[in-house]
């Protein structure tokens, strides 16, 4: 029985502007049995709070960003922290879907950036965003639909460890140890098996099966068993082959002789 594992996925946005589609994510998300991480945790980012944000990522078994029409609170360097979070999951080669807002200009004013330089910053935002993998939406529903369809091909491709209860992993590890002994056992089978058709050291220098053998005998024949004198010797030279003669020898070899 497949150990049930529920994946972390880290959620990363404006927050103010996107509150209910972060809501339809987040219930895709819990749908999916996958455990939802993000803005909820500390909508007011700040640097001192930017340490607890990568801890969390870097927790985090996938990563999804979604863009509006805001750029987002910015930290010192003038960089939005929703751009901070991506840029941070990159580096950490999560695998990474963004859900870009098919057209801005049909959001509401007091959900889009009003500041020159943020609008500018938030277009190279979002060309960054679409260089990697990006699926788009209008409305909160149809986020919500992209983003449990979207999230259940990324799983498949992108299998991670994710979280399982503390009360399944001693099994866990015991069928993984099973599994690893498994292996290790069909390797030295397969060695075993390999090692009986190596030839043994020096093997070319052995006489062996069809090989030709050549026979001289000498036959002494006495009419007088008692006089070594009276017998006459027969000399022949005969051919054969090693199966040949261990076939005719070994019958007399199962018993003991002289």
């Given at each position: 029985?497949?150990?049930?594992?529920?994946?972390?996925?880290?959620?990363?946005?404006?927050?103010?502007?996107?509150?209910?589609?972060?809501?339809?994510?987040?219930?895709?998300?819990?749908?999916?049995?996958?455990?939802?991480?993000?803005?909820?945790?500390?909508?007011?980012?700040?640097?001192?709070?930017?340490?607890?944000?990568?801890?969390?990522?870097?927790?985090?078994?996938?990563?999804?960003?979604?863009?509006?029409?805001?750029?987002?609170?910015?930290?010192?360097?003038?960089?939005?922290?929703?751009?901070?979070?991506?840029?941070?999951?990159?580096?950490?080669?999560?695998?990474?879907?963004?859900?870009?807002?098919?057209?801005?200009?049909?959001?509401?004013?007091?959900?889009?950036?009003?500041?020159?330089?943020?609008?500018?910053?938030?277009?190279?935002?979002?060309?960054?965003?679409?260089?990697?993998?990006?699926?788009?939406?209008?409305?909160?529903?149809?986020?919500?639909?992209?983003?449990?369809?979207?999230?259940?091909?990324?799983?498949?491709?992108?299998?991670a460890v994710g979280w399982v209860?503390?009360?399944?992993?001693?099994?866990?590890?015991?069928?993984?140890?099973?599994?690893?002994?498994?292996?290790?056992?069909?390797?030295?089978?397969?060695?075993?098996?390999?090692?009986?058709?190596?030839?043994?050291?020096?093997?070319?220098?052995?006489?062996?099966?069809?090989?030709?053998?050549?026979?001289?005998?000498?036959?002494?024949?006495?009419?007088?068993?008692?006089?070594?004198?009276?017998?006459?010797?027969?000399?022949?030279?005969?051919?054969?082959?090693?199966?040949?003669?261990?076939?005719?020898?070994?019958?007399?070899?199962?018993?003991?002789?002289?």
């Open positions: 029985m497949a150990i049930e594992r529920r994946h972390q996925v880290f959620v990363s946005s404006t927050y103010q502007d996107l509150t209910e589609e972060r809501q339809e994510v987040m219930q895709a998300l819990l749908e999916l049995d996958c455990i939802p991480s993000g803005m909820e945790l500390f909508p007011a980012a700040n640097d001192d709070q930017w340490t607890l944000i990568k801890r969390v990522i870097d927790d985090c078994d996938y990563y999804i960003v979604i863009i509006a029409g805001r750029y987002g609170s910015v930290s010192k360097e003038e960089i939005s922290y929703t751009e901070m979070e991506y840029r941070y999951a990159m580096s950490k080669g999560k695998p990474i879907i963004g859900f870009v807002h098919k057209d801005p200009s049909k959001i509401a004013a007091a959900k889009y950036e009003t500041d020159p330089s943020k609008q500018a910053k938030l277009a190279n935002f979002r060309a960054l965003v679409q260089e990697k993998l990006v699926k788009f939406w209008e409305s909160p529903a149809e986020l919500g639909s992209v983003v449990s369809r979207s999230l259940i091909r990324l799983i498949k491709d992108n299998p209860r503390g009360d399944n992993i001693s099994s866990d590890a015991a069928r993984e140890e099973i599994l690893n002994l498994k292996r290790r056992v069909e390797e030295l089978e397969g060695e075993a098996s390999r090692s009986l058709k190596v030839d043994p050291k020096n093997f070319e220098l052995l006489s062996r099966g069809l090989d030709a053998v050549d026979l001289s005998f000498i036959l002494s024949v006495s009419e007088d068993p008692d006089s070594y004198f009276s017998r006459t010797n027969f000399k022949w030279d005969i051919k054969s082959n090693w199966e040949q003669i261990f076939f005719n020898v070994s019958p007399d070899l199962i018993d003991e002789a002289t």
